[in-house]
């Protein structure tokens, strides 16, 4: 009997922990033993691998693997001919959001990505470096960097392109930014085989449904309050539209009680102000997914 | 150029800084934390976080080096700093409970109070706070300031220890008894006054006081949906506690309603049994992330 299943490729490293979560919160748990990479997940249909996220576009595109995450800049650099199905780009990623810069040494001669002519650039990236460097019209030698290539300018290259989330690092190493070239974004990517194949298709699908519930699930939270019926019309004024609010009157009271959704990161500033407003008993709570 | 306005946050490094991340997550802030360069990084421009020891906040608040910032009460008190105390937040180390301040003796010990102190050597993390404490009982002793804990030193360093209890395991753990408790502390959302005096800081300090509150109120409530017939109706809302007017919704086509209402968890624990006495049904409770009263 053929059996369908999905083979699913899960990114280990930076991505790793995140993955997880917005499975879990879709609905999946995945065991991640302490050694070793067999996952196991509690699906019967799909079968997990964790694999650099540096190679899971390579092994989509040569249909190893039917599903898989990465960030696009693996999924660029790699030149892997894959199906984007959608984007999961985690919301709380203000502060970490993941870039990649072209940094010099604080004292360099160097002051644009032009300067750069005859140069040597270190770099992970050394496909996605060339195109940029073709884009710009610059010659220069690219070579590969196995990572930590923060140390490498000024003895070991010129220029480093690397990725950054704070840069931190880079301040550490002396090291200033002369240009972002590529913002990462985390990707659920498959193949054309996969894609037409009927069952992978509709399996993926309900996948990335649940998946995006999860992420915007994380962004969205839930808000309910008491409001005095004289002051109802002035507050519903200052509600996020997200989602038209949800009014009850309280039975035998001049008290409403008006539920909405709202971006977590607004209630920073909606709470004190629906406060000062004069509503009482405001709650806040979690969603675990949100499917519009 | 463009002056931004900024509130300096000081972010208590140590065994306060987990609950007050906790916090500032639940606030609806994403914090990031560097442990080896002692970092703390929030995505709110008009906030800067400093970091700092607990024991040294109360004093960086007093002299406005920081504007608003978290420590533990006796601190302030030790430090006798002038702020102004604007939460009592009650989280404590991994317990969330206050702790209290006590003078500890050997089990053993012949000291059997206060008196029997005189000419004795104390430890102790606060000694402003002991010096003062035994300068009022009328006895003279020794006391010398620690910033470890000071259990391990007694007796072979000292005659007595004025401490942190929390649960009390570290005393019985080194065979230390209470002789006396000197006061209660938590930590607090504390500020400086002349912070507050500034118009745009005020309203920026007091917003961040509602979400932090908000937030820790939360850790002790959860959300309660039920369903409950006509008849049930009258019962229910006599189990159900006040702090929020349950919101109750007629289903469609019955004579059942859907209830929603905030209680608090260790409530809810007495409060889902009688309620499945009284034939509810479909109980569910969810966690929240903020409760404003």
Not at chain 2, 236 to 252: D, E, I, N
Request: hydrophobic share 40%; with cysteine; glycine share 4%.
């Amino acid at each position: 009997m053929a059996e369908n299943k999905l083979k699913l490729g899960i990114p280990k490293g930076s991505l790793q922990e995140y993955t997880l979560k917005i499975f879990k919160s879709a609905g999946f748990d995945i065991n991640v033993p302490e050694r070793g990479y067999f996952l196991t997940i509690d699906d019967p249909e799909i079968e997990c691998f964790l694999l650099r996220p540096q190679e899971i576009p390579r092994y989509i595109e040569k249909g190893k693997l039917d599903l898989g995450i990465s960030g696009d800049d693996w999924i660029l650099e790699s030149k892997a001919k894959v199906i984007e199905v959608c984007d999961l780009k985690y919301a709380k990623q203000e502060i970490k959001k993941v870039k990649w810069v072209l940094a010099v040494p604080k004292d360099s001669k160097i002051k644009s990505v032009k300067d750069l002519k005859g140069k040597t650039i270190s770099t992970e990236l050394v496909n996605t470096v060339k195109d940029y460097l073709r884009k710009n019209q610059v010659k220069a030698r690219v070579e590969f960097s196995w990572g930590a290539s923060e140390v490498k300018p000024p003895l070991f290259a010129d220029a480093i392109i690397d990725n950054t989330e704070t840069g931190v690092s880079l301040k550490a190493h002396n090291l200033k930014i002369l240009d972002t070239i590529l913002e990462s974004s985390t990707k659920l990517i498959t193949n054309k085989s996969a894609w037409q194949d009927k069952w992978k298709r509709e399996k993926i699908k309900d996948l990335a449904l649940l998946l995006q519930g999860a992420v915007k699930g994380e962004e969205v939270v839930n808000l309910m309050m008491h409001i005095p019926g004289e002051k109802l019309n002035r507050i519903l004024k200052v509600l996020p539209k997200l989602k038209s609010p949800t009014i009850k009157k309280l039975a035998g009271e001049n008290w409403y009680d008006v539920e909405i959704s709202c971006k977590e990161k607004d209630t920073r500033e909606l709470i004190p102000k629906l406060k000062r407003m004069g509503a009482q008993g405001i709650v806040e709570w979690p969603l675990i997914k949100l499917v519009p | 150029m463009k002056k931004i306005n900024k509130i300096k946050f000081g972010f208590p490094w140590e065994y306060l800084r987990e609950g007050a991340i906790e916090l500032f997550k639940k606030a609806g802030y994403e914090v990031d934390v560097d442990e080896h360069s002692y970092r703390i990084e929030i995505d709110d421009p008009e906030i800067e976080c400093v970091t700092s020891k607990v024991e040294e906040l109360a004093p960086l608040v007093e002299k406005g080096v920081i504007d608003v910032g978290i420590t533990e009460k006796v601190f302030v008190l030790d430090n006798k700093a002038k702020v102004i105390e604007l939460v009592n937040l009650e989280y404590g180390y991994k317990t969330w409970k206050r702790s209290k301040i006590v003078l500890a003796v050997p089990e053993n010990s012949r000291i059997k109070s206060v008196r029997d102190l005189n000419g004795k050597r104390i430890v102790t993390w606060v000694p402003r706070i002991a010096k003062d404490y035994f300068k009022k009982h009328g006895v003279n002793t020794e006391v010398e300031f620690t910033n470890l804990p000071a259990e391990p030193k007694c007796p072979s360093l000292c005659d007595a220890i004025i401490e942190f209890v929390n649960t009390g395991a570290s005393l019985r753990k080194f065979h230390l008894k209470i002789l006396d408790i000197l006061l209660e502390t938590s930590p607090w959302l504390i500020a400086n006054e002349n912070s507050l005096k500034d118009k745009w800081k005020r309203k920026k300090i007091e917003d961040l006081a509602i979400l932090l509150k908000g937030a820790r109120l939360a850790q002790e409530y959860a959300g309660l949906i039920l369903h409950a017939s006509n008849e049930m109706m009258e019962e229910v809302l006599k189990v159900l506690p006040a702090l929020k007017k349950p919101t109750v919704t007629p289903l469609r086509g019955e004579n059942w309603f859907d209830v929603l209402t905030v209680a608090n968890k260790k409530e809810i624990r007495k409060i889902i049994p009688r309620l499945k006495k009284i034939g509810c049904t479909d109980i569910v409770e969810f966690p929240l992330n903020k409760v404003v009263i």
